[in-house]
């Protein structure tokens, strides 16, 4: 049984209409929370709202690039709830395009709504969390943003900055009646994960098999029951990446160990998304099924 009480808690998630998102969605409605899912896909975000058990939500279009939607957001929130409890910087997005080859607007696309998105959402946030008699911000990072990822820099820098900023966050904010906590998770069974392999991407995050939403969604719980700065859905994954790091110069070396591995993970991910009807080869090449 979960120690945090969701009960008629409003919980705001982005990147809502997702895989992890909506995972999340209804695991807080089911304890009896009001969620806000928030998707750039204002029909998904809706669908997903309008399935959740229990009464209150809302499924709200908005692009959190632009600042407008996101004041815009947040007045809503602030006219329909009064306040906000949990605030879950949950979207996301990666890109299998190799650094030298992808576009200056890419990059800054991607940086945008990974990195800067999540900050000014949390800061215009404050006043409806400051109205809560228990305001938490919860964040989605990645194991990327401890280990650096060669195929995906752009994601690892993104990741990485977000964890330095919400560690910073938290410590700031602590003592303000705001507790400010990350999840970290790794490769997770998403359509962004899905996208990823059949473009090629990173085969060093298959060196075991994709987790599960429900894995990261139980993490984000254990966050909100025991309030700390960091999260880890599979723990011996985030030791093993923390002690990699503490001598960064060895990479070079020690990644080539560690491709083979992924490349066979990879391939056997790839085989289970053709077995499960997700994905399928035409022409040699890979390329996603989409989903009814």
Not at 67 to 76: C, G, I, T
Not at 239 to 251: D, G, K, Q, T
């Amino acid at each position: 049984m979960s120690g945090f009480d969701f009960t008629d808690k409003v919980m705001l998630v982005t990147g809502g209409a997702g895989g992890i998102g909506s995972a999340m969605c209804r695991r807080f409605a089911s304890g009896g929370a009001r969620c806000v899912v928030v998707d750039i896909d204002e029909a998904r975000a809706r669908k997903v709202a309008d399935e959740l058990p229990g009464p209150g939500h809302a499924g709200i279009g908005c692009d959190l690039t632009d600042r407008a939607q996101v004041e815009a957001l947040f007045d809503r929130v602030a006219v329909d709830y009064g306040r906000l409890d949990v605030l879950v910087n949950n979207v996301g997005m990666t890109s299998a395009a190799r650094f030298d080859e992808r576009s200056v607007e890419s990059i800054e696309r991607e940086l945008d709504l990974n990195l800067l998105s999540p900050l000014i959402a949390t800061r215009l946030a404050i006043p409806l969390l400051r109205a809560s008699r228990d305001a938490r911000v919860v964040t989605t990072g990645s194991l990327g943003g401890i280990l650096p990822l060669g195929e995906t820099p752009i994601y690892t820098a993104s990741k990485f900055g977000l964890r330095g900023a919400m560690l910073s966050i938290g410590l700031d904010l602590q003592d303000k009646g705001i507790r400010v906590g990350s999840v970290l998770p790794s490769a997770t069974d998403t359509r962004m994960l899905r996208e990823e392999a059949v473009q090629g991407g990173n085969s060093l995050q298959f060196q075991d098999p994709p987790q599960q939403p429900a894995d990261v969604v139980a993490a984000v719980v254990s966050l909100l029951d025991k309030p700390r700065l960091e999260a880890y859905p599979r723990s011996g994954e985030s030791r093993l990446v923390r002690f990699a790091m503490l001598v960064p110069n060895l990479l070079p070396r020690t990644f080539p160990l560690f491709r083979k591995r992924g490349d066979r993970g990879q391939a056997r991910y790839l085989e289970d998304l053709r077995r499960r009807g997700l994905a399928r080869r035409v022409d040699g090449r890979w390329e996603l099924v989409e989903e009814a």
